[in-house]
């Protein structure tokens, strides 16, 4: 149950819809789950077909393919309910339903998504994206993946890591370097579809986080692997297109998570604010802790403003990259904030496993780090916006 009164963003009939239906799904199914998924470090698997007949891995494939056919923005309030449950749930049905589903739904051929979509839409396959390298971060593009041309396709040697979903992922989106390996340029990056099941292709190191435990994260190693031609996604050299492309749209939808994060931090912090008695009265009553929550709950009605307006945007066709970046940039960061204050505001309390604020605490710190770290978000703002490089 939310702790704040509802605020009518007028998003539009289908917004609502896919809130209401994820949020009765969230309370019900996803939260009584949540302590377990931290303490485990385990991935609730079996909700995936859940959320299929739910429609949510699908929310912006096309009808023709499957999908909800609709759009950014429901895909965020989707993310964002699914969140304030679970962000470790949240973060892999986020690299599920956007970085695996949606690359392949705006990309894919006609044979790939009828091959793949289906079984991904209804949630019976897991999927997962796979662009970063131990040695390629933030500078993705120096990623050392290769796939070697041979009769009928490629074959890959090499890894990838910090893959979220990756030891359970039926079906992945993967990019490695097809151009001369003397060529260092970006444009000798092209996308493939993996198959878990695929000759030379295996899960390595299984890394262990301080946060979104649950949601599974581990390294790919290539060694031979062969895939097919028909496996190629997008132009072939063409992968840095693919990627950039996707990754605007995932650092909108992601934001979702730090909205999630926030509420759920309110949705602690108030009742616990109203119980707790303190010098004879309720601890909410003192204007230091009103403040508190105050600029809680300022932080997440501002993030979700600019979050919602650029998921329209992207509907809309009318994202620009800077924004994309400002989004996750804004939501992150404050959702950090609102973590920690959430902690304070619980005290002595707030330390331990025994309320969840320590929990969004962790949880809220990867995306200052994941899809872009902010200090990468903040040098392509500001590089778009001063003109620099063009």
């Avoid at 710190?365 to 490089?389: F, H």
Wanted: hydrophobic share 40%; glycine share 10%; proline share 3%.
């Amino acid at each position: 149950m939310r702790a704040t009164p509802d605020f009518d963003f007028a998003l539009g009939e289908n917004a609502d819809m896919i809130r209401e239906s994820t949020a009765r799904f969230a309370d019900d199914v996803i939260a009584p789950l949540a302590e377990r998924v931290d303490r485990e470090d385990w991935f609730p698997q079996e909700l995936w077909p859940q959320m299929g007949a739910l429609g949510l891995h699908g929310i912006t494939v096309a009808e023709e393919d499957g999908g909800l056919g609709l759009g950014y923005l429901e895909h965020v309030i989707a993310v964002e309910e699914v969140s304030r449950a679970s962000a470790s749930v949240g973060l892999s049905y986020g690299a599920h339903s956007n970085l695996c589903v949606n690359q392949i739904s705006r990309w894919g051929n006609a044979e790939q998504k009828a091959k793949y979509l289906p079984k991904l839409v209804s949630g019976d396959h897991v999927g997962s994206l796979a662009m970063s390298e131990a040695g390629s971060g933030s500078d993705v593009v120096s990623m050392k993946l290769r796939a070697e041309a041979v009769q009928g396709g490629y074959v890959l040697n090499g890894t990838k890591f910090w893959i979220t979903n990756a030891a359970y992922a039926d079906t992945l989106v993967v990019y490695a370097k097809t151009g001369p390996k003397e060529d260092k340029a970006s444009r000798g990056i092209t996308a493939f579809l993996i198959e878990k099941d695929m000759s030379g292709f295996s899960i390595g190191q299984k890394i262990d986080k301080m946060g979104m435990r649950g949601s599974p994260t581990a390294e790919l190693v290539f060694d031979n692997c062969e895939v097919p031609e028909e496996n190629v996604m997008g132009p072939l050299h063409g992968g840095v297109g693919v990627l950039m492309s996707g990754l605007d749209y995932e650092r909108v939808v992601l934001s979702g998570i730090q909205l999630g994060i926030m509420q759920a931090c309110l949705d602690t912090v108030i009742p616990y604010l109203r119980e707790r008695h303190q010098f004879g009265k309720p601890i909410g009553s003192f204007q230091l802790m009103q403040a508190k929550v105050a600029d809680m709950y300022v932080a997440l009605q501002s993030a979700r403003a600019y979050t919602y307006a650029v998921a329209k945007a992207c509907d809309a066709g009318q994202t620009t990259r800077f924004d994309a970046a400002g989004v996750i940039l804004l939501s992150s960061e404050n959702a950090f904030r609102v973590a920690a204050e959430s902690v304070q505001a619980l005290g002595g309390a707030g330390y331990t496993k025994d309320w969840p604020v320590e929990r969004y605490l962790r949880d809220a710190k990867l995306l200052d780090i994941g899809a872009g770290t902010n200090e990468i978000r903040r040098m392509l703002i500001g590089r778009e916006l001063i003109g620099a490089e063009r």
